[in-house]
């Protein structure tokens, strides 16, 4: 999944906000329970904080005394965690619970505490183990005693701590396992929202290979008034094509009959008139047919849904100029896969190629080869393929294949031609955002590299 997507974003999106959204219910539950928790610890101390304070007696003696035990059996017990003391404010003896033993408790962060609205404290302090103390505290006055007397019970709070540990154990693991949930539930729904967008796409590589001409199918609403809007996009392309096709045959038409009048006018008039007339006319229906040929090939080479198999086409050349040059014995091997296909017009791919492989056999001692693969290069969302020319002739020296490649150039009046093949084959794939590169051959004489794009249906 790409990180520009659509999917990425919603999915990040919603997942970001889930996450936020159930932390923050865990921290709020675990604030609750905890809150919870310690209300109930407390209430329980302040139980037995009151129970100490009703069976506190001052005897005859004038001194504190405790009348009967509380129900805590481990207030007896040495060090068990639970602890009472009495302590009077003035320098006077104070009582203790027997698990204190020889101990008192620290009760000096009390002082940072302020007393409830009924004069308790509740504070943390270290127990004689060192042992993390929950302390109620209050002070009262006895009847018949001087001095304000200190009650504080303290219990262990570890059971507590470990009572909130596993319920935020158990809650942050059902909010992870809600999270994974959601997210699963999110990556399904997004994949099943946006399906109708992943058709679109398969539609329009069907439309692009030339295996359809429009969207097919039924759209969800949302996507329904675009996929009409590429269909009336497609069918007004296809027109506008048609239109300049019959536009650029009227043109040939109209202009050539007026030449071919005027050429046989010339014929008819020996001399430099005539000779300028007949030079003139047919530069001018060489220019016309130049340019009346790039409108087409530039109107073609953008068109969707053009897709032209390259096999039966390089088969049908290869078998025409063996035939051309069966006296020389000319041999044209062709490696080309089956379901490679190029992405444009059947006219054009026969003038490239045509061209390239009549050059070759031109030049050739005896093997001409011809080799169709990926090019592995990609441009403007395009994949392209490479069809390599290669002959066994002289080749080219590397400082004359430019010239070789311009208009009209030719570097061996010996042979046949006119010079304009090469330069016929660089524009036609500069019109489909191609090139032609001419190189060594491992034949030994001069491979022509020629790149164009590919259709969908190349491997």
Same mark, same amino acid.
């Given at each position: 999944?790409?990180?520009?997507?659509?999917?990425?974003?919603?999915?990040?999106?919603?997942?970001?906000?889930?996450?936020?959204?159930?932390?923050?219910?865990?921290?709020?539950?675990?604030?609750?329970?905890?809150?919870?928790?310690?209300?109930?610890?407390?209430?329980?101390?302040?139980?037995?904080?009151?129970?100490?304070?009703?069976?506190?007696?001052?005897?005859?003696?004038?001194?504190?005394?405790?009348?009967?035990?509380?129900?805590?059996?481990?207030?007896?017990?040495?060090?068990?965690?639970?602890?009472?003391?009495?302590?009077?404010?003035?320098?006077?003896?104070?009582?203790?619970?027997?698990?204190?033993?020889?101990?008192?408790?620290?009760?000096?962060?009390?002082?940072?505490?302020?007393?409830?609205?009924?004069?308790?404290?509740?504070?943390?302090?270290?127990?004689?183990?060192?042992?993390?103390?929950?302390?109620?505290?209050?002070?009262?006055?006895?009847?018949?005693?001087?001095?304000?007397?200190?009650?504080?019970?303290?219990?262990?709070?570890?059971?507590?701590?470990?009572?909130?540990?596993?319920?935020?154990?158990?809650?942050?693991?059902?909010?992870?396992?809600?999270?994974?949930?959601?997210?699963?539930?999110?990556?399904?729904?997004?994949?099943?929202?946006?399906?109708?967008?992943?058709?679109? #796409?398969?539609?329009?590589? %069907? =439309?692009?290979?030339?295996?359809? *001409?429009?969207?097919? +199918? /039924?759209?969800?609403?949302?996507? !329904?008034?675009?996929?009409?809007?590429?269909?009336?996009?497609?069918?007004?392309?296809?027109?506008?094509?048609?239109?300049?096709?019959?536009?650029?045959?009227?043109?040939?038409?109209?202009?050539?009959?007026?030449?071919?009048?005027?050429?046989?006018?010339?014929?008819?008039?020996?001399?430099?008139?005539?000779?300028?007339?007949?030079?003139?006319?047919?530069?001018?229906?060489?220019?016309?047919?130049?340019?009346?040929?790039?409108?087409?090939?530039?109107?073609?080479?953008?068109?969707?849904?053009?897709?032209?198999?390259?096999?039966?086409?390089?088969?049908?050349?290869?078998?025409?100029?063996?035939?051309?040059?069966?006296? #020389?014995?000319?041999?044209? %091997? =062709?490696?080309?896969?089956?379901? *490679?296909?190029?992405? +444009? /017009?059947?006219?054009?791919?026969? !003038?490239?190629?045509?061209?390239?492989?009549?050059?070759?056999?031109?030049?050739?001692?005896?093997?001409?080869?011809?080799?169709?693969?990926?090019?592995?290069?990609?441009?403007?969302?395009?994949?392209?393929?490479?069809?390599?020319?290669?002959?066994?002739?002289?080749?080219?020296?590397?400082?004359?294949?430019?010239?070789?490649?311009?208009?009209?150039?030719?570097?061996?009046?010996?042979?046949?031609?006119?010079?304009?093949?090469?330069?016929?084959?660089?524009?036609?794939?500069?019109?489909?955002?191609?090139?032609?590169?001419?190189?060594?051959?491992?034949?030994?004489?001069?491979?022509?590299?020629?790149?164009?794009?590919?259709?969908?249906?190349?491997?």
């Amino acid at each position: 999944m790409r990180r520009d997507s659509l999917a990425f974003r919603l999915i990040a999106g919603a997942a970001l906000w889930s996450a936020i959204a159930l932390l923050a219910g865990g921290l709020i539950l675990s604030a609750i329970f905890r809150s919870s928790v310690e209300r109930s610890f407390d209430g329980r101390l302040n139980v037995l904080l009151h129970s100490l304070i009703a069976t506190t007696e001052i005897n005859e003696r004038g001194e504190i005394e405790r009348g009967r035990g509380l129900s805590e059996t481990r207030f007896d017990l040495a060090y068990s965690g639970w602890y009472w003391q009495i302590w009077p404010v003035a320098q006077r003896p104070a009582l203790r619970s027997r698990s204190l033993f020889d101990q008192s408790l620290d009760l000096s962060p009390a002082e940072k505490v302020n007393r409830n609205e009924v004069g308790l404290k509740v504070f943390d302090t270290v127990g004689p183990e060192d042992q993390p103390l929950r302390v109620v505290e209050r002070r009262v006055t006895l009847p018949g005693y001087d001095v304000p007397v200190s009650f504080a019970v303290a219990a262990d709070r570890s059971e507590m701590n470990e009572e909130i540990q596993s319920f935020n154990t158990w809650v942050f693991g059902s909010m992870a396992a809600m999270g994974v949930g959601l997210l699963i539930a999110l990556l399904i729904q997004v994949r099943y929202g946006l399906r109708p967008l992943e058709r679109v #796409r398969k539609a329009l590589a %069907e =439309i692009r290979s030339g295996r359809a *001409t429009k969207l097919e +199918g /039924e759209f969800p609403a949302e996507i !329904e008034p675009l996929a009409e809007e590429l269909n009336g996009l497609l069918e007004g392309n296809r027109e506008v094509l048609e239109r300049a096709r019959t536009h650029v045959g009227n043109l040939a038409h109209a202009l050539k009959t007026p030449l071919s009048v005027l050429t046989n006018e010339a014929r008819s008039h020996d001399g430099p008139f005539g000779e300028t007339v007949r030079r003139t006319t047919m530069q001018m229906r060489e220019q016309i047919d130049r340019h009346l040929a790039r409108a087409r090939m530039a109107a073609s080479a953008n068109v969707l849904g053009a897709n032209t198999p390259v096999k039966p086409v390089l088969k049908r050349i290869a078998n025409a100029l063996e035939r051309i040059h069966a006296e #020389r014995g000319i041999a044209i %091997e =062709i490696d080309c896969a089956d379901e *490679t296909g190029f992405r +444009g /017009e059947a006219q054009d791919l026969e !003038e490239v190629a045509g061209n390239l492989i009549d050059n070759a056999c031109k030049w050739a001692e005896e093997n001409v080869r011809v080799t169709v693969t990926a090019a592995g290069i990609e441009r403007r969302n395009r994949t392209y393929i490479l069809i390599a020319v290669e002959d066994d002739g002289p080749g080219l020296p590397e400082e004359a294949r430019k010239t070789a490649l311009k208009r009209g150039a030719r570097l061996d009046e010996s042979k046949p031609g006119s010079g304009l093949g090469l330069s016929i084959v660089t524009e036609i794939a500069e019109l489909y955002g191609g090139e032609l590169k001419l190189e060594t051959s491992s034949l030994g004489g001069l491979k022509a590299a020629l790149y164009l794009p590919a259709s969908a249906t190349t491997a």
